[in-house]
């Protein structure tokens, strides 16, 4: 039999005239062949047509061999098809008709082009191939049939035979399904593995051989970038406060050109209200199409104009606030995998993690070259380290030991509710002594790395010192200080953080009453010069020897004294009063 293109567009089909009509699948009275018998619901259909009407004539006058294909197919649990004649009729068995999804029943006794016209470029050939004599075999080819409303991808390994007919020439093709979806998959999962791993170790070993935390980022974006074949890489810190990111960092693929620049700063909450809270919530920030997601398409000009059409945000958490966010964008629309997100959130912690050892390392380092210009200030250092963490070991050992026996009394006897209740505040004052120490110091590796953010303002630098004296007044008075306060009569205008400012009077002051005996004397007196004001704290405490005045304002500088503590402290107050003052 010829084969050719032509062969499913010329000659007078019998699907073209009213033959074909909906009357060709009414019940028919006549005796049923035996090779239509059973097949579920494609052999009722099958049988329910009246062929009679059709140029393929009466069942029982069919070629045999096609009446034995049918007939093996209809009793076959595998999917399996037959296309037969010049017009490559379709045939199919219940199992085929599941594959096909919403294309059944309606292409069941047509033409195989009307089944796939949309890949008939693809099919069309094979079909030409087969009617040579020889099969044709196509493993793993991937489809995704509309069922219902749903499409879910699906993978088989196809193999088209010729039938051949009474006559010894090739009549049809036998099509045989068998789905490879798990397998396909199962490699699919296993390949992505592989790739994530070999990511992973890539970016470990790179990040490691890296001395700059800005070097990391950089590395980072990169490496993701190239991973994830995303447009634009970019990484914010996010003021939390004012609800504002600020670009730190950007990578772009080699490949995307006309890209327009991101705004150095941006508000999320123009972008979309639900960006901020997500991100506070620790999660991403995921839109597939900017123009079609309900929470980005108000704004969609503004993304436009950055040239983003699809993007994720992921933050990042610090003591529960959020700091930064590392943003994948890309110019067109696309589909994030979970593969997408979970990877970007790995890379975002692998990032911190290693900027934090950089960090660490280079505040060691520095420390130690500075301390190579002097040996006598290495040996002053390490003996002010020395103390220090013996004083801390003392300063967090002191409320452990009521913290313990409280615990013990509780655990061992039965007590009335008054006496559960007195060793719970015991507990609870111990406890929060201990957080307040920690805190401590975290607000100095904060301020000394850097990591605070001065929320500048007009300020009354009255009102600053007010609030600073609202703080000490109860110590002061503890102490049975005589403390006086002058400030001059006009408002005293500065650009600084109110909170930060207050912090470092505040500490002076403390540092004022703590080594200042009962029943003394302390004063803060403010005044102005040109465009400077000049704040003063005089006391008449013990005072400071010339050497240790030389470093008062470096960490745990501290005088000379027992561990029995008297006046407290972890020698911090005064260094945060100094980074804080640079800062401004």
Known sequence: MAFGKS?????????????????????????????????????ERLRACDWRASRMGPPEQWPLSLQLTLRTILASKFPMAIHWGRDLLTFYNDAFAHVLGSKH??????????????????LGPIFEHVFTGETYYVENASYAPERGHTQRETYFTHCHSPIWGDSGQVEGVLLVLTESTREVLAERAFVALNRRQAFQLDMAD???????????????????????????????????????????????????????????????????????????????????DIDLDGRTAPHAHQYQAQGIA?????????????????????????????????????????????????????????????????????????????????????????????????????????FDEATVKRSSEVISRQVRHMTGLIDDLLDVSRVTRGMVALKKETLDFRTVVSHAVEQVRPLMAARRHRFNVHLPQHAV???????????????????????????GFVELRVSVRGDNITVTVRDNGVGMRPELLARAFELFAQDERTLDRSQGGMGLGLALVRRLAEAH
């Open 7 to 43: 062969v499913y567009y010329s000659g007078k089909c019998f699907y073209g005239n009213t033959l074909m009509s909906n009357d060709l699948f009414q019940p028919q009275a006549a005796r049923r062949p035996a090779f239509l018998e059973g097949g579920g619901e494609c052999g």
């Open 105 to 122: 029943p309606g292409h069941l006794g047509r033409p195989v082009i009307e089944l796939w016209r949309e890949m008939w470029d693809q």
């Open 206 to 288: 790179r990040l490691r051989a890296l001395g700059e935390a800005a070097e990391i980022t950089a590395v980072s974006m990169e490496l993701l970038g190239k991973y994830l074949r995303v447009s634009r890489v970019y990484y914010s810190e996010i003021d939390a406060t004012s609800r504002t990111a600020f670009l730190r960092g950007c990578w772009v693929a080699s490949d995307v050109a006309g890209l327009p620049p991101l705004p150095s700063s941006v508000k999320l909450d123009e972008l979309g209200p639900d960006i901020m809270a997500l991100l506070e919530e620790g999660k991403p920030f995921v839109v597939d």
């Open 310 to 414: 699809a993007m994720v945000v992921m933050p990042l958490l610090q003591q529960g606030r959020v700091t930064c966010a590392l943003n994948l964008a890309m110019a067109a629309p696309r589909q994030w995998t979970r593969d997408d997100i979970s990877m970007t959130q790995d890379v975002v912690q692998r990032t911190w993690e290693a900027a934090e050892r950089v960090r660490a390392v280079a505040a060691l380092r520095a420390e130690h070259d500075a301390s190579q210009r002097a040996q006598a200030a290495l040996r002053d250092a390490d003996s002010r380290k020395d103390e220090f963490l013996a004083m801390l070991a003392h300063e967090l050992r002191n409320p452990l030991a009521p913290i313990g026996t409280a615990a013990e009394l509780l655990h061992r006897f039965q």
């Open 493 to 519: 205008l500065v650009h600084g953080d109110d909170k930060r400012l207050v912090q470092v009077l505040a500490n002076l002051l403390n540092n004022a009453a703590k080594y200042t005996p009962e029943d």
